[in-house]
């Protein structure tokens, strides 16, 4: 029924893609994406192109946000914002042809005031399709035959909606897909993502696909993306936060096939240490631990019990500590007992 998705000369099957979510979508949490499957694209967090030309160049290192990029297996597609053509040039030169990344994609939806409002980058260029098709022009031709996308939202404000002129601009000047987060800049992630205003963008765009996001948190919301909008692929972001599992489950529901159910809280339970393990081999075992709260936060969400294991993972200050609350609230074996665990047991 969904066909797999061609962005430039590669194919992305399932059409299914990993947002980019910044402080989440670090080498440990893609490392653990990959496992579960299911996802045919993932992203790097957004990085300042500035920042790593002006900043993590002088120190000859790459920047944080590029940590494992080099050896991690593909397709992976990297995110960089800034406003100036010559220098996300230079920046996607480098991605391209020295991190040999699948792709290099650009961000022109990011809302927040640093990057918005302070460095007139991210969302505030959507005002500019003009200065957008500069970007995605001058990134295109420098990352050659590494093929250059683009991630906006449907505009500036609900007054400003003009992501069909965005859409002609990035087509225009040779990006070769176009994500579209169904919100405005000043929306923020409040309401609802508007999937019949990311549809209307579809007969604008003649050769490159269209990626409809926002809200997309079960399988079935996958499947009825496809069926209802007309859109090439799907991009999910904070539902993979609580459910990293969520892709395989949304392929085997495009496909037609049975569901796989969630894995058991013992198997959750390996991919919490998991997920730690990487972290901490990255950011170390201090900032690891601390980083660590926040995914186990999120993984929680939704489960009988999550505000007690949350309370606790989130002061969580040693990996031994963190192994004694994952044993408890994730047993290896899964039976009903007094055991904090079973309040997880649905
Ligand atoms: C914590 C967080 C960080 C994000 N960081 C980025 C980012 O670096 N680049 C980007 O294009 N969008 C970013 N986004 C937006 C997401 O990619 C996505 O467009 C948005 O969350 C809507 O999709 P969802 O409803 O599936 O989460 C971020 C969102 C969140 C919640």
Redesign the pocket.
């Known amino acids: 029924m969904v066909r797999p998705l061609k962005i430039g000369s590669l194919v992305i099957d399932p059409p299914i893609l990993l947002?980019?979510?910044?402080?989440?979508t670090n080498y440990a949490f893609r490392q653990v994406v990959r496992r579960y499957g299911g996802v045919g694209l993932l992203a790097t967090?957004?990085f300042s192109a500035r920042g790593f030309l002006e900043i993590d160049s002088r120190y000859d290192r790459p920047p944080e946000r590029l940590w494992g990029v080099l050896d991690e297996p593909r397709p992976l597609a990297t995110?960089i914002w800034d406003n100036n053509p010559a220098l996300m040039a230079e920046v996607g030169r480098q991605l391209a042809h020295e991190f040999h990344v699948s792709i290099v994609d650009i961000?022109f939806?990011?809302p927040v005031t640093d990057v918005a409002e302070k460095a007139h980058s991210g969302s505030y260029l959507l005002r500019y399709p003009d200065r957008i098709a500069q970007i995605v022009a001058a990134v295109a031709n420098a990352c050659s035959p590494t093929p250059v996308t683009a991630?906006i939202r449907l505009g500036a404000c609900h007054d400003t909606i003009n992501a069909c002129d965005v859409a002609q601009a990035v087509e225009g000047a040779g990006g070769a897909a176009l994500t579209v987060?169904g919100r405005t800049a000043a929306d923020m992630?409040r309401g609802s993502?508007d999937w019949e205003e990311i549809s209307r963008i579809k007969p604008y765009l003649h050769r490159i696909p269209l990626i409809g996001?926002?809200?997309?948190s079960t399988p079935q919301t996958v499947v009825e993306a496809f069926q209802r909008y007309d859109i090439d692929g799907v991009?999910?972001?904070?539902?993979a936060l609580n459910r990293p599992w969520l892709f395989r489950q949304a392929q085997a529901a495009l496909c037609g096939e049975p569901i796989p159910p969630d894995p058991s809280l013992a198997e959750q339970r390996e991919m919490l240490i998991e997920h730690f393990r990487l972290l901490t081999e990255q950011f170390g075992q201090q900032q690891g631990t601390v980083l660590m709260r926040k995914f186990a936060c999120c993984y929680a969400n939704g489960r009988p019990g999550a505000r007690a294991f949350r309370a606790k993972v989130s002061k969580v200050a040693s990996a031994q500590e963190f192994y004694s609350i994952v044993e408890d609230y994730f047993p290896r074996k899964e039976s009903v007992t007094e055991s904090p665990a079973s309040v997880f047991i649905v």
Do not use: S, Y
Not at 19 to 24: H, K, R, S, W
Not at 213 to 216: E, F, H, L, M, P
Not at 235 to 239: L, V
């Open positions: 947002a980019p979510m910044a402080g989440f967090e957004m995110q961000n939806g990011c991630k987060h992630l993502a996001n926002g809200d997309i991009m999910i972001g904070r539902a």
